[in-house]
């Protein structure tokens, strides 16, 4: 099983949507869950973490975490052409990270 | 903006040559990575290091070795490309003291082997 599933998309939605990027993860122990935006061509940035479980915003974006289902989200409301990309979910902390596969996100005028 | 360069940023050769592929970084990270990317699919780990003289492989299998001889140069050499080397390799860094493991990335290396 790999550490962290995630479906690749493409998911396409018209400017101003509310987006829902999921992930899950099988390592209990991670305690820290990072998401990366990566723009055609470019490697990937650091968008937001979260550490455990709950909520943490930061503008338009939410990342979310559920330790109990093992689940990871990031929310982004007012959709923008310009937040699309892939975005990929990470675990964090002390150990080697581990990717998903990315969702690549298109945001249509 | 992350201090972490990669070149060449894109290049195609022939089945058989030598190639490397350069990183470096101006942060004075201890570690850094080398990720291969295709598309869809993860990242994959295929060498790491936590510092000069260390250097361990990732994950996923690889042909390719990896050289730290300076904290801020992690260079990856494949000594025979074949096809199957046609990737993208990503290059990162990261503090040993951040508790969230956060990495930068430099722009990537995209190798098509003829």
């Known amino acids: 099983q790999k550490e962290v599933e995630q479906d690749p998309g493409p998911l396409s939605v018209p400017e101003g949507a509310i987006v829902s990027l999921n992930c899950t993860y099988s390592n209990s122990a991670f305690q820290y869950f990072m998401w990366y935006r990566q723009y055609s061509r470019k490697g990937p940035e650091l968008l937001m973490y979260?550490?455990?479980?709950g909520n943490k915003e930061d503008g338009r974006f939410t990342a979310q975490v559920d330790k109990s289902s093992k689940y990871i989200s990031l929310f982004i409301r007012d959709s923008q052409p310009s937040d699309s990309a892939t975005y990929l979910c990470a675990s964090g902390g002390s150990y080697i990270p581990t990717f998903g596969r990315g969702t690549s996100l298109i945001v249509h005028p | 903006e992350a201090d972490i360069y990669q070149t060449p940023r894109y290049l195609v050769i022939g089945t058989g040559k030598k190639i490397t592929l350069e990183c470096s970084q101006t942060?004075?990270?201890?570690?850094m990575y080398w990720y291969q990317q295709d598309p869809g699919m993860e990242l994959h780990l295929i060498h790491y290091s936590y510092g000069v003289n260390s250097t361990e492989k990732g994950d996923l299998s690889s042909e390719s070795t990896v050289s730290r001889i300076r904290t801020e140069h992690f260079p990856l050499t494949l000594e025979s490309a074949r096809p199957s080397h046609t990737s993208q390799y990503l290059c990162a860094s990261s503090h040993p003291d951040s508790p969230t493991g956060e990495l930068f990335f430099g722009e990537g290396s995209r190798l098509t082997v003829l």
């Open positions: 942060m004075g990270h201890d570690k």
């Open positions: 979260t550490y455990s479980s």
